[in-house]
């Protein structure tokens, strides 16, 4: 899979259901000390982060996604063996009942 700089909310959603049948975990991460109700995140923590496995998906999010697109690099550089990505309009646009339904294989 080739992996953008951002995900929407309803993309983190697809991709998390998508690659969770591969194997591959993908997790969102708060980098504000603010949780998103709702959501299982994981507070940013550098140390414990790097114990994930290689291939893992992080996914930050800040207030408005834009300081975690900024950062992107500085994620990558400590983390090269994961995806970074960045919350498309982070905590601000994410809506806590959205959900998607899993439309069984035909």
């Not at 998390?16 to 994981?42: H, M, N, R, Y």
């Not at 690099?73 to 063996?81: C, L, R």
Request: glycine share 6%; charged share 30%; net charge positive.
């Amino acid at each position: 899979m080739n992996y953008p700089k951002e995900w929407t909310q309803k993309e983190f959603l697809e991709n998390k259901i998508k690659l969770k049948k591969e194997g591959i975990e993908v997790l969102l991460i708060d980098t504000i000390l603010s949780p998103i109700e709702k959501a299982q995140t994981l507070v940013y923590n550098p140390f414990e982060l790097k114990k994930y496995s290689d291939g893992t998906v992080f996914v930050f999010y800040c207030d408005t996604g834009k300081a975690t697109k900024d950062r992107l690099s500085e994620y990558q550089e400590k983390f090269p063996t994961m995806h970074c990505i960045s919350l498309k309009g982070g905590r601000g646009y994410w809506r806590k009942n959205m959900q998607l339904l899993e439309i069984p294989d035909v």
